[in-house]
């Protein structure tokens, strides 16, 4: 059995003292039942027959039946209805819970972690990494400045920077149309479209194979054009053999 609320236990005491009072001064019963209408008349007479039955088994059959009656009559009257408990009394259960949410929302852990420290810290490293090896780059290769160039003679051969050098590699095998506008913009085109065709949103390299392959054959394409027009390519910018004709390129 559940604990019966205090606010009803006073109310219970209020109603068998009045009733108490009201039947000691020779009043009628019926006038204190309807003195207080707050408290259902069959409550009232079940707590009367409890009463007379404690005090002796005199007038408990009275008291008995006229809770059976009382309680009988108070669905017709609209009153609380009858449950199926023994005799016919009313079976109520009451209890007080907390006050809280119904749903109970459980986070579900995820495999993300905050910009701040943990990515930041692991940039700010790497580029420390990367000042440094520049620096000590610097100081063992000598990159000095070039003479200023005569517009009379054209040096043999003549390249384009490295980050241009694919571009010229494929001048030479294709029309200017096809090696300049085609070709790079089938290339940036398909980078573009590359996120679209593959929606996976998984960061791991085996789960991305689309996107990992597409950017794989885009960067070895264009470095190994970069490699053949800086070590492969001499005077007149024919194709030579860096180990056998020397290396036509300055660092």
Known sequence: MTEIPEHLLKRAQAAREKAAADSGGGADAAGGEAADPRIPAHLLERSRAAKAKSEGDGGAVAVADKVASVVAAAPAAGGVPVGAGPGGHTQRLLTVVKSGSIQDVKATPVDKVHTWPHL????????????????????????????????????????????????????????????????????????????????????????????????????????????????????????????????????
């Open 120 to 251: 930041l810290a692991v940039e700010f490293v790497a580029a420390l990494a990367c000042t440094a090896f520049l620096f000590f780059f610097s100081v063992f290769v000598n990159a000095p400045l070039l003479q200023l160039a005569n517009p009379n003679q054209t040096p043999n051969p003549s390249k384009a920077p490295w980050y241009f050098l694919g571009l010229q590699e494929l001048l030479t095998m294709f029309h200017p149309m096809v090696a300049g506008v085609t070709i790079p913009g089938i290339a940036l085109f398909a980078l573009i479209l590359a996120p679209y065709i593959d929606k996976n949103p998984s960061n791991k390299p085996e789960d991305r194979k689309f996107a990992t392959s597409l950017m794989t054959v885009h960067l070895m394409f264009w470095a190994v054009l970069v490699m053949i027009g800086s070590f492969f390519r001499g005077p007149g910018f024919n194709f030579v053999f860096p180990w056998r004709d020397g290396l036509f390129f300055e660092l």
